[in-house]
């Protein structure tokens, strides 16, 4: 393992936390989701059932230990994941994965047009401060944007949608955030994973993070690089339906306020989500 992908994240500037960090809460028997500092992963397997599980996204940089105590609470001392899910590779979602992989002999798996950002190939474009007035879209080109190398355990997920370890959930391509964003649906309850395609907190604004304000959100802005596909993605989450929808930043939403909040994003998202201005608009 490059232990250099980690190093640039450790002298990076890094966002505040929030007050959900170290929380989790089980949104169903098998589905687990676990803030750190602000943004969310998600165990899902059911512990009173099985010692087998996946964990979708591995969090902040610098968490390695904290996920590991996280997991072990929940599974026992010796549980490690069937393997990693990634939504996508934005240093929120993969700040942990280095040093988990350290100690963790498993695989990693995102979608085929996510993995030049995992392979030390590509580096995502810097974050756009000029998308929204809030202090977090401000200080967004300070935030982490280089790629990382973890070729030895990455691999594409399958074009037919199933998911690794995880029967009964679909992969579903949801590019705009970045393009090969993913998000993940099991039909039989329609509980959603959504990553970063839409989010339940106003992640821009630094205030609302912190006190995790919830509220229907489209993807966070100053990531986001193509807002024709974003919105595309938007449409195709809200046309399954979800009945409850765990998301990157954010708290869990189910029921109406899901599905009219998901509705009015779809029906508004050029006035709600996509901003006036920014390098990556248009």
């Known amino acids: 393992m490059d232990q250099t992908q980690d190093s640039k994240f450790e002298d990076s500037f890094l966002p505040m936390s929030s007050i959900g960090s170290g929380i989790g809460v089980a ?3 098998d589905v687990y989701c676990y803030t750190d500092q602000i943004v969310n992963l998600v165990l899902v397997g059911n512990p009173s059932e099985t010692s087998e599980f996946v964990l979708i996204d591995t ?3 610098k968490s390695a230990e904290q996920i590991k105590n996280m997991i072990h609470k929940r599974f026992g001392e010796s549980a490690i994941p069937k393997a990693i899910i990634l939504t996508h590779g934005h240093f929120d979602h993969v700040g942990s994965i280095a040093a988990l992989l350290e100690d963790w002999d498993i695989p990693v798996y995102a979608h085929e047009q996510e993995l030049p950002f995992l392979t030390g190939k590509e580096d995502y474009p810097p974050g756009d401060p000029n998308v929204d007035s809030g202090l977090v879209a ?3 080109p300070l935030f982490p944007n280089h790629g990382i190398d973890i070729s030895a355990h990455v691999q594409p ?3 037919d949608g199933t998911v690794p ?3 009964g959930w679909k992969c579903i391509h949801t590019p705009g955030h970045t393009p090969g964003h993913i998000s993940l649906f099991r039909e039989q309850d329609r509980i959603l994973i959504a990553g970063d395609a839409f989010v339940t907190v106003k992640q821009e ?5 912190l006190t995790q304000t919830q509220e229907i959100s489209g993807p966070p802005r100053y990531y986001t690089t193509d807002w024709e596909a974003a919105y595309e993605s938007v449409k195709k989450l809200e046309a399954l339906k979800p009945q409850l929808a ?9 029921g109406k306020e899901l599905s009219t909040g998901l509705q009015y994003l779809v029906e508004h998202f050029n006035e709600m989500a996509k901003p006036e201005s920014g390098k990556y608009v248009n």
């Open 27 to 29: 949104v169903v028997p």
């Open 59 to 61: 969090g902040m940089p």
């Open 205 to 209: 604004s630094l205030y609302k993070v």
């Open 165 to 167: 370890n995880m029967p």
């Open 246 to 254: 765990v998301t990157g930043h954010g708290v869990p939403m189910s």
């Open 138 to 140: 401000k200080m967004s």
């Open 157 to 159: 997920l399958s074009s």
